[in-house]
Structure formats: C-alpha cells, structure tokens
T-cell receptor, first 110, second 111 residues
Framework: GENVEQHPSTLSVQEGDSAVIKCTYSDSASNYFPWYKQELGKGPQLIIDIRSNVGEKKDQRIAVTLNKTAKHFSLHITETQPEDSAVYFCAATIRTALIFGKGTTLSVSS | DTAVSQTPKYLVTQMGNDKSIKCEQNLGHDTMYWYKQDSKKFLKIMFSYNNKELIINETVPNRFSPKSPDKAHLNLHINSLELGDSAVYFC??????????FGPGTRLTVL
C-alpha cells in the first residue's frame, strides 16, 4: 500500500525566514497531495493541495511543488510568522482515503 | 454553521465499556471518514463511507463498527474498550475526490 515519508519531524525558524518540509510517496497511482496544518487541540485544516497534473502551486506565502518522477512533494512557507507555528502534515491519496506523513512540528520564534 | 461536528469532544471511560462517537456534516458531501490520531500525532485512516456504503475498512479490530444512517452522519461505535484505544478520533467529509474537511476531534481516554 501507499507509504508517505515526511521530513523533518521538527523545524525551528526565526520570524521572517523560510521553511521547507519535504515528503516522498511510494504509490505512483496517487494523484492528489494535500497539506494540512493542525493547531493544538484542533482538527487538521487544509492549507494547500496539488494534483498530479500540476508541478507547482502557490497561494500567497505558501507554495507546493511536485516531482512525479521522483515521487517527491514539498511545502514552502516564506516570510514565516509566529502564527505559522503548528504541526504540518503532508498526505497522498489512495482509494480516496488520505495516507498521512508523520507530521512536522514547525516553531517560529519572534 | 459548523461544517463537520463531532460529539462528544472528550470521552473518559473504563476498560471494557462500549461507547459511541457521533459525526455530522452539513456540507452536502457524499463521502465521510474516520481517522485515528495516536499519542505521537500519527493520523491513520480507519473507515470511509460513500453514500452510506462502506468503501474502505483498514486493519481495524472488529470491536470498531461504523454506522451511517444517512449521507450526513457517520457514527463510530466501539465495543469492549481497551487501553490502546485511547487516542483522538477525527471525522472528515469530502465531495467525491476533493478536499477533506475535518471535525474538531474526540479525545478518548480509556482508564
């Protein structure tokens, strides 16, 4: 079945710096790759997603890139702010259910 | 106007008891899910229902039984609760293969 690896597990940056989180997936049939942000005590919330027919997508300070050949996808957050501090999950779809990476705890210090 | 709601938010119970968690979505979605998040924050799919029909049933003990009375509801019943069932359970919904919206979670603690 699908397996999603996510790195790093923790990431600490200074406010204003960029943050990059990387994921790899195993099943070449996966075609939808969302990123979720989870704040303490809340459910995961979608922040950006990309489909397999697109290589890059950007939404303000957040961008996602996808390399289908290498089965890699990455989340890029620019100009980080303290409110970006949270756990971020990448995921890949197989049979409509999301297979999640193990999460990255991002800490942005001011 | 909550999109995906779950009750209760917290559930504390003794080993061996039977409990249920309810989930409702008002988004008009046709697919609903249950995910389990363990103490290490790992999120794993448990079940998926499409139009009230079970389409995904991962390796979950048969003590867990999902029930979908209609497209807007997917409840999770757990029999003979064990210590290892302690986790946060999230309900989610989506329209076909689109974005999944998650509920706020139910923190289950088995003593």
């Amino acid at each position: 079945g699908e397996n999603v690896e996510q790195h790093p597990s923790t990431l600490s940056v200074q406010e204003g710096d960029s943050a990059v989180i990387k994921c790899t997936y195993s099943d070449s049939a996966s075609n939808y790759f969302p990123w979720y942000k989870q704040e303490l005590g809340k459910g995961p919330q979608l922040i950006i997603d990309i489909r397999s027919n697109v290589g890059e997508k950007k939404d303000q300070r957040i961008a996602v890139t996808l390399n289908k050949t290498a089965k890699h996808f990455s989340l890029h957050i620019t100009e980080t702010q303290p409110e970006d501090s949270a756990v971020y999950f990448c995921a890949a779809t197989i049979r409509t259910a999301l297979i999640f990476g193990k999460g990255t705890t991002l800490s942005v210090s001011s | 106007d909550t999109a995906v709601s779950q009750t209760p938010k917290y559930l504390v119970t003794q080993m061996g008891n039977d409990k249920s968690i309810k989930c409702e979505q008002n988004l008009g979605h046709d697919t609903m899910y249950w995910y389990k998040q363990d103490s290490k924050k790992f999120l794993k799919i448990m079940f998926s229902y499409n139009n009230k029909e079970l389409i995904i049933n991962e390796t979950v003990p048969n003590r867990f039984s999902p029930k979908s009375p209609d497209k807007a509801h997917l409840n999770l019943h757990i029999n003979s609760l064990e210590l290892g069932d302690s986790a946060v359970y999230f309900c989610a919904s989506s329209s076909h293969y689109n974005e999944q919206f998650f509920g706020p979670g139910t923190r289950l603690t088995v003593l």
